[in-house]
């Protein structure tokens, strides 16, 4: 079983790191709230389309959050985890970034760690090890570097992004705690399905309202019919938002948020690598110092935790 939980929480960041590659190619032609909600409006369409043919087992639905004779143990719990992620999570880091610089951005985004930690204790009652936690301490520090060593200093800190980006790790972390919790009454694809259909639900009724200001609601699915575009929102609904959160939430059941916040570093070294290959960026020293730092963090929490698995 660890080998998988542990695989699932590598590809998971993967993807995440691959998804910035994809982003950014959108908002070069379409408005960052199009993307947010055709993104998810796209996952949620493939996610039901796989739960009525029974391809996906999902037993719980909008209609059980309404109808009280319908809820299930933990529907609670499973709101606050699709709240959360995608939409508090997604808000707060998409306008955040849009407020700080690159380094600002980089150094706050890396701290999730330490509140991951912090949330497992409050709220988990769940403990890590001083040596997991220096092992912690060093993957924010290889993260760290990086994002000092390549941003520029182009642009200004506004207190309210960095707000914003604080408010973002608090609300990842969170999202870790609760979707651990929910892991006791659902399975990793109910709340990934939840998740998605909330953030259907409130990042479009956001949209369509702004689409109806600019009278421009004609114009609404536009960016579905590019060939380029479509193939970044397939990325990004598919294997980003279905099957990389569903390998997260699947981990998160079965592991702590610190142990899972151990493979983060992961999506930074993506990052970087993609843009070496595809847009040809140099890759320094201080980036392969900052990629050994994520790996001894990865490398050394997860050794902790197989063997306190197997003392068990």
């Known amino acids: ?45 493939v996610f039901w389309l796989l739960k009525v043919t029974g391809v996906v087992k999902i037993r719980v639905g909008a209609a059980d959050f309404i109808k009280k004779e319908r809820r299930m143990p933990g529907m609670g719990v499973l709101l606050l985890a699709a709240l959360f992620e995608p939409v508090l999570y997604m808000f707060f880091e ?89 892991s006791q009454n659902f399975n990793a694809m109910e709340v990934t399905y939840i998740s998605a259909m909330l953030g259907t639900m409130i990042f479009n009724g956001i949209n369509v309202v702004r689409h109806i200001y600019l009278g421009d609601m004609i114009h609404y699915f536009m960016p579905y019919f590019n060939p380029d575009n479509l193939i970044g929102f397939a990325f990004l609904s598919i294997l980003s938002t279905i099957a990389a959160t569903a390998m997260n939430n699947y981990a998160l059941g079965k592991i702590k948020p610190s142990v899972m916040a151990a493979f983060g570093g992961i999506s930074t070294i993506v990052t970087v690598v993609i843009g070496a290959v595809f847009f040809h960026e140099k890759i320094y020293y201080f980036h392969i110092i900052g990629f050994v730092l994520i790996l001894i963090r990865m490398v050394g929490v997860t050794y902790l935790e197989i063997k306190k698995e197997k003392k068990i």
Request: with cysteine; hydrophobic share 50%.
């Open 1 to 45: 079983m660890s080998i998988l939980v542990y695989l699932c929480g590598i590809l998971k960041s993967v993807i995440y790191g691959s998804s910035v590659f994809f982003t950014g190619k959108l908002t070069e032609t379409v408005d960052i709230l199009d993307i947010l909600a055709l993104r998810f409006l796209m996952s949620f369409v």
């Open 94 to 182: 998409t306008f955040g970034i849009s407020m700080t610089t690159g380094i600002t951005t980089g150094v706050i985004l890396a701290l999730s760690p330490i509140t991951s930690c912090i949330v497992e204790t409050l709220i988990l009652h769940e403990k890590s090890s001083w040596l997991q936690r220096f092992f912690l301490g060093v993957g924010i520090v290889g993260v760290m570097y990086i994002a000092v060593k390549t941003s520029t200093t182009d642009g200004e800190d506004s207190v309210l992004g960095i707000i914003m980006l604080m408010l973002a790790v608090l609300s990842g972390s969170l999202f870790c705690a609760f979707s651990r919790k929910s």
